[in-house]
């Protein structure tokens, strides 16, 4: 019995069932016509409709692209920083308040200077950049940083430098940090393409473009508002199941607290 109630799975069940039962609770104390605040089976009815429209899934793809591509340039430049501040102590501390005002900077204010400076339609992808780029830079310079100083004190006496310390050494041992860091920041970046897409009110394909638009289009109907966001989430979980499975082998492979 103790094994069953202490099951991660049937936990996380109970907190699933937990949430929809405050979240009609709530409908019912709030608005029980389900005009401004849907319950849970009329934001389910309603995204049950808009899975059957093929156009939904055309912005889903867009979403995720602009996804990538804004991560995968942040995923480059921070590798470029790393390999610069890797054995520089000075230039690592000179970036370190770059880094932590990245960190700090009000995306809202971030997504209205790309406005400015880029089209609409690809702000997301930069403000993606932004917000994971000191994430991805930190998880890669610390897993250097963090390495065995007796390890690099053995490749420096066995003549290991360059190029052949940083792809032999330092990166592969580095990995398990940049890993974690990839997972942490995907999540945060899914966020903030979307609400980015909503804030620049961009109208044209995009997950937080059909919220914008379904806003702008009748502002009294929020199940179809709350059921593009109840798509959103399932979308997270998916992707987080696989992705936390992973990082919990890798930190505990690699040793690292989680």
Do not use: H
Not at 41 to 66: D, P
Not at 133 to 143: D, K, M, Q, R, W
Request: charged residues 15%; glycine residues 6%.
């Amino acid at each position: 019995m103790k094994r069953f109630i202490t099951n991660k799975y049937i936990l996380l069940t109970v907190g699933i069932i937990l949430l929809f039962g405050l979240w009609f609770l709530a409908t019912l104390i709030f608005d029980k016509n389900s005009m401004i605040f849907p319950s849970p089976i009329v934001t389910i009815e309603a995204m049950i409709k808009l899975l059957g429209i093929a156009y939904t899934y055309q912005c889903l793809a867009y979403s995720l692209l602009k996804l990538l591509i804004g991560f995968s340039m942040a995923l480059i430049i921070a590798f470029i920083l790393s390999l610069i501040v890797r054995d520089n102590e000075q230039l690592y501390i000179i970036l370190s308040p770059l880094m932590t005002a990245l960190k700090a900077i009000p995306t809202a204010a971030v997504v209205f200077l790309f406005v400015v400076l880029v089209k609409a339609e690809y702000a997301p992808c930069f403000l993606v950049m932004i917000i994971s780029l000191p994430i991805l830079y930190e998880s890669l310079t610390n897993g250097i940083r963090n390495i065995d100083p007796e390890i690099m004190d053995a490749v420096k006496v066995d003549g290991g430098k360059g190029v052949k310390k940083l792809f032999r050494i330092q990166l592969p041992l580095a990995l398990p940090y940049l890993v974690i860091g990839i997972i942490s920041s995907f999540s945060l970046s899914f966020k903030i393409e979307i609400m980015s897409e909503i804030v620049t009110g961009y109208t044209r394909n995009g997950l937080g473009s059909l919220i914008k638009a379904a806003q702008i289009n009748d502002p009294t109907n929020m199940a179809v508002i709350f059921g593009y966001s109840l798509i959103a989430i399932i979308l997270m979980i998916l992707i987080s199941i696989p992705t936390e499975i992973i990082r919990n082998k890798v930190a505990v492979k690699a040793g690292i607290s989680r």
